[in-house]
């Protein structure tokens, strides 16, 4: 029985969930596996599961935020990816951004979307919750921001974004990047590992 499709569930305002875009096509090629993209909102997420960023999470306490730089960088060297360039204005409010990715599925323009959103946040990191440098970062990847900033704004594209939230954390939930194979949950990025494994036949 083949295995269901691995389903991605990443805001733009994570940086590991950028890391996890970034390899997921190698993963794909090796694998076979198809991730399907959700986008959810990684505020609603923190705010209904009492959870916080790690910056906030890992402040204070000693060797965790070492370890956890560790860990990022056997994941960069594991998977062959770029790190991230640090945003100089994390934390980003992303709910725009996240409501507009809902509207480039709709339009038809996800997957280029995402890729110049994840770009202009982690490869070239701008201010993205800004609505004037945002739209010309997009554009400048030949997105036409405004109107997907436009149908961002329009109540069942906010609703969509709500339900994929609320569903994300009824099924278990608590950050990003988190991954499901059916019912079965995967949190964080180590674990495209385990994912990898499932779908190229070594996990059995």
Same mark, same amino acid.
């Given at each position: 029985?083949?295995?269901? &499709?691995?389903?991605?569930? +990443?805001? +733009?305002?994570?940086?590991? !969930?950028?890391?996890? $875009?970034? &390899?997921?096509?190698?993963?794909? !090629?090796? /694998? @076979?596996?198809?991730?399907?993209?959700?986008?959810?909102?990684?505020?609603?997420?923190?705010?209904?599961?009492?959870?916080? /960023?790690?910056?906030? /999470?890992?402040?204070?306490?000693?060797?965790?935020?070492?370890? $956890?730089?560790?860990?990022?960088?056997? *994941?960069?060297?594991? +998977?062959?990816?770029?790190?991230?360039?640090?945003?100089?204005? *994390?934390?980003?409010? #992303?709910?725009?951004?996240?409501?507009?990715?809902?509207?480039?599925?709709?339009?038809?323009? +996800?997957?280029?979307?995402?890729? !110049? !959103?994840?770009?202009?946040?982690?490869?070239?990191?701008?201010?993205?919750?800004?609505?004037?440098? &945002?739209?010309?970062?997009?554009?400048? /990847?030949?997105?036409?921001?405004? =109107?997907? *900033? #436009?149908?961002?704004?329009?109540?069942?594209?906010?609703?969509?974004?709500?339900?994929? #939230?609320?569903?994300?954390?009824? =099924?278990?939930?608590? @950050?990003?990047?988190?991954?499901?194979?059916?019912?079965?949950?995967?949190?964080?990025?180590?674990?495209?590992?385990?994912?990898?494994?499932? *779908?190229?036949?070594?996990?059995?």
């Amino acid at each position: 029985m083949t295995a269901p &499709a691995p389903q991605f569930l +990443f805001d +733009f305002g994570s940086p590991n !969930a950028f890391l996890s $875009h970034e &390899a997921i096509p190698a993963i794909e !090629a090796r /694998s @076979g596996a198809k991730f399907e993209y959700v986008p959810v909102l990684l505020g609603g997420i923190f705010k209904a599961t009492n959870n916080k /960023s790690p910056a906030e /999470s890992l402040a204070g306490i000693k060797n965790k935020r070492e370890f $956890h730089a560790l860990e990022t960088e056997r *994941f960069v060297k594991r +998977f062959q990816v770029a790190p991230y360039v640090m945003n100089p204005f *994390f934390p980003v409010n #992303t709910l725009n951004l996240m409501r507009a990715a809902i509207a480039a599925q709709i339009e038809g323009v +996800f997957k280029k979307y995402v890729e !110049a !959103a994840f770009h202009h946040m982690w490869r070239e990191p701008k201010k993205m919750d800004d609505p004037e440098i &945002a739209l010309a970062a997009l554009n400048s /990847s030949g997105i036409d921001a405004a =109107r997907l *900033f #436009t149908r961002a704004q329009e109540p069942e594209v906010k609703a969509k974004l709500v339900v994929n #939230t609320q569903d994300a954390v009824e =099924r278990g939930a608590f @950050g990003s990047p988190t991954f499901f194979v059916g019912n079965e949950m995967y949190y964080g990025k180590e674990q495209l590992r385990e994912i990898e494994d499932l *779908f190229s036949g070594a996990g059995k």
